[in-house]
Protein backbone atom coordinates (compact mmCIF):
# COMPACT_ATOMS: atom_id res chain seq x y z
CA UNK A 1 0.00 0.00 0.00
CA UNK A 2 2.71 2.33 0.19
CA UNK A 3 6.18 2.47 -1.53
CA UNK A 4 9.12 4.58 -1.05
CA UNK A 5 11.78 5.62 -3.15
CA UNK A 6 14.90 6.86 -1.76
CA UNK A 7 17.52 9.21 -3.73
CA UNK A 8 20.65 11.41 -2.96
CA UNK A 9 23.28 9.30 -1.64
CA UNK A 10 26.59 8.98 -2.75
CA UNK A 11 30.10 9.59 -1.98
CA UNK A 12 31.35 13.12 0.16
CA UNK A 13 34.17 14.22 2.50
CA UNK A 14 34.85 14.28 5.43
CA UNK A 15 32.76 17.77 6.38
CA UNK A 16 30.90 17.47 3.32
CA UNK A 17 26.55 17.67 3.25
CA UNK A 18 24.61 15.42 1.32
CA UNK A 19 20.46 16.15 1.15
CA UNK A 20 18.63 12.86 0.81
CA UNK A 21 14.81 12.53 -0.03
CA UNK A 22 12.26 9.77 -0.21
CA UNK A 23 9.08 9.83 -1.96
CA UNK A 24 6.59 8.00 -0.83
CA UNK A 25 2.82 6.86 -2.79
CA UNK A 26 0.30 5.48 -1.09
CA UNK A 27 -3.47 4.53 -1.75
CA UNK A 28 -5.79 3.91 1.06
CA UNK A 29 -4.05 4.21 4.02
CA UNK A 30 -2.46 7.21 5.94
CA UNK A 31 1.43 7.61 6.61
CA UNK A 32 1.53 9.05 10.43
CA UNK A 33 5.24 9.27 10.72
CA UNK A 34 8.19 8.53 8.38
CA UNK A 35 11.21 8.53 9.73
CA UNK A 36 15.10 8.02 8.42
CA UNK A 37 17.37 4.77 9.85
CA UNK A 38 20.75 3.59 9.32
CA UNK A 39 22.89 0.65 8.99
CA UNK A 40 26.38 0.64 9.41
CA UNK A 41 28.25 -2.47 7.97
CA UNK A 42 28.21 -4.93 10.95
CA UNK A 43 25.99 -2.90 12.74
CA UNK A 44 22.13 -2.86 13.90
CA UNK A 45 19.71 -0.28 11.85
CA UNK A 46 19.54 2.55 14.16
CA UNK A 47 16.69 5.99 14.33
CA UNK A 48 18.35 8.80 12.98
CA UNK A 49 15.34 11.08 12.77
CA UNK A 50 11.33 10.71 12.55
CA UNK A 51 8.70 13.86 11.60
CA UNK A 52 5.04 13.10 12.61
CA UNK A 53 1.80 14.06 10.36
CA UNK A 54 1.98 17.39 12.71
CA UNK A 55 5.80 18.11 12.16
CA UNK A 56 7.23 16.93 15.60
CA UNK A 57 10.58 15.94 15.23
CA UNK A 58 12.86 13.48 16.82
CA UNK A 59 16.68 12.58 16.54
CA UNK A 60 19.48 10.90 17.76
CA UNK A 61 21.49 12.73 19.86
CA UNK A 62 24.86 11.42 17.43
CA UNK A 63 23.22 13.80 14.90
CA UNK A 64 21.59 16.86 16.82
CA UNK A 65 22.78 20.18 15.22
CA UNK A 66 23.96 18.41 12.36
CA UNK A 67 21.06 16.56 10.49
CA UNK A 68 17.54 18.18 10.24
CA UNK A 69 14.42 16.23 8.73
CA UNK A 70 11.67 17.86 6.58
CA UNK A 71 8.62 17.06 4.95
CA UNK A 72 7.25 19.04 1.96
CA UNK A 73 3.68 20.78 1.68
CA UNK A 74 1.81 17.71 0.11
CA UNK A 75 3.40 15.26 3.44
CA UNK A 76 4.53 12.94 0.58
CA UNK A 77 8.40 13.66 0.51
CA UNK A 78 10.75 13.34 3.46
CA UNK A 79 14.31 15.01 3.44
CA UNK A 80 17.19 14.34 5.39
CA UNK A 81 19.37 17.52 4.99
CA UNK A 82 23.27 16.21 6.41
CA UNK A 83 25.91 18.30 7.34
CA UNK A 84 29.15 18.03 9.09
CA UNK A 85 29.57 14.14 7.48
CA UNK A 86 31.44 12.21 9.96
CA UNK A 87 32.84 8.80 8.73
CA UNK A 88 30.78 7.48 11.20
CA UNK A 89 27.97 8.70 9.20
CA UNK A 90 28.84 6.29 6.57
CA UNK A 91 26.01 3.70 6.03
CA UNK A 92 22.64 2.80 4.00
CA UNK A 93 20.03 5.21 4.96
CA UNK A 94 16.50 4.03 5.24
CA UNK A 95 13.25 5.66 4.70
CA UNK A 96 10.52 4.19 7.10
CA UNK A 97 6.81 5.22 6.75
CA UNK A 98 4.52 4.33 10.08
CA UNK A 99 0.90 3.39 9.11
CA UNK A 100 -1.62 1.26 10.93
CA UNK A 101 -1.05 -1.58 9.07
CA UNK A 102 2.39 -1.42 10.11
CA UNK A 103 5.96 0.37 9.06
CA UNK A 104 7.24 0.09 5.30
CA UNK A 105 10.38 0.40 4.53
CA UNK A 106 12.34 1.83 1.18
CA UNK A 107 15.26 -0.09 -0.52
CA UNK A 108 17.90 2.27 0.82
CA UNK A 109 20.16 4.73 -0.01
CA UNK A 110 23.96 4.44 0.24
CA UNK A 111 25.79 7.49 1.70
CA UNK A 112 29.87 7.07 1.84
CA UNK A 113 32.28 9.71 4.26
CA UNK A 114 35.95 9.23 3.12
CA UNK A 115 38.24 11.11 2.38
Known amino acids: QVQLVESGGGLVQPGGSLRLSCAAS????????MGWYRQAPGKQRVLVAT???????NYAGSVKGRFTISRDNANNTVYLQTNSLKPEDTAVYFC?????????WGQGTHVTVSS
Open 96 to 104: RADTIWGPY
Open 26 to 33: ESGVSIYA
Open 51 to 57: ITSGDST
